[in-house]
């Protein structure tokens, strides 16, 4: 797969490690830069804070969003993804643990691109990351950003 950047906004540290390893397992080598929190995914994003006068070329192929996240929670992160004029076009998969309609029904009315529900068995959760991988980063063609 190419070096496309993945966005993953996760706080809960063994997660990401799991979703760097399911990755990893599955060989996909692209970069992972990871937010700590809602607030961190946004500065990312739009290059201001910590990030500010990053590029908009810097920008990911993919977001892996969680919706419990401290700060600013996913749906915010989303709901903001989609206000911004060089990030609106994202592809952003909701990755969460949550099974709740109300989290389901949020994320897509708010423009997430795909909602998967984290399994907890580790093989299906590498499984699901192998096939999000595939999707997402080689068969998806992307719109442009801007």
């Not at 797969?1 to 390893?21: H, S, Y």
């Not at 060989?27 to 946004?42: K, L, M, P, S, W």
């Not at 990312?44 to 920008?59: D, H, K, M, R, V």
């Amino acid at each position: 797969m190419n070096a496309k950047v993945i966005l993953l906004v996760e706080d809960n540290p063994d997660d990401v490690l799991l979703t760097e390893r399911a990755l990893r397992r599955n060989n996909i080598i692209n970069t992972v830069i990871v937010a700590h929190d809602g607030q961190e995914a946004i500065d990312f994003l739009t290059g201001s804070g910590a990030y500010a006068g990053q590029p908009a070329e810097n920008l990911p192929e993919l977001v892996l969003l969680d919706l419990k996240l401290p700060k600013v929670g996913g749906l915010e992160v989303l709901r903001a993804i989609r206000a911004n004029e060089l990030t609106h076009r994202l592809p952003v998969v909701v990755l969460t643990s949550s099974a709740e309609e109300r989290d389901i029904v949020s994320s897509y009315d708010l423009g997430a691109n795909s909602y998967i529900r984290k399994p907890v068995d580790f093989d299906q959760f590498v499984e699901a990351v192998r096939e999000l991988g595939l999707y997402w980063l080689v068969l998806n063609q992307s719109a442009p950003l801007h």
